[in-house]
């Protein structure tokens, strides 16, 4: 029970900050510069850090900015990229693509 009301505190606490920004304004390269460094964050950092959960949360607002500018997500693993374009420009070969 804690743990719940811990997490809809910091939940409260996150939340209103990341919904002041409208990354959908942003250009394509800010939003690609951003993304890299919140991925980073967000992969890099511990599982309880509010911290962490605030770069993983605002990247995937950057994830539907990018989707809305008309981007990919495409690859595996390591070879995953940010690509401009329609989906079907992206199958290929053992990679995947994201797109909306």
């Known amino acids: 029970m804690k743990e719940l009301l ?10 209103p900050a990341l919904a002041t920004e409208d990354y959908r304004t942003w250009t394509s390269a800010g939003l690609l510069q951003l993304w890299v ?3 980073v964050e967000c ?3 511990s599982g309880d850090d ?7 949360n605002e990247r995937n607002l950057v994830d539907a900015a ?5 981007y ?3 690859g595996v693993g390591s070879t995953s990229r940010w ?11 053992g990679e995947e693509a994201i797109c909306h």
């Open 6 to 15: 811990l997490a809809t505190a910091l939940a409260a606490t996150i939340t």
């Open 37 to 39: 460094t919140l991925n």
């Open 83 to 93: 690509e401009k374009g329609p989906r079907s420009r992206w199958i290929r070969g």
């Open 43 to 45: 992969r890099g950092g």
């Open 66 to 70: 990018l989707f809305a500018h008309g």
């Open 72 to 74: 990919c997500f495409v």
């Open 50 to 56: 509010a911290a962490t959960m605030r770069a993983c």
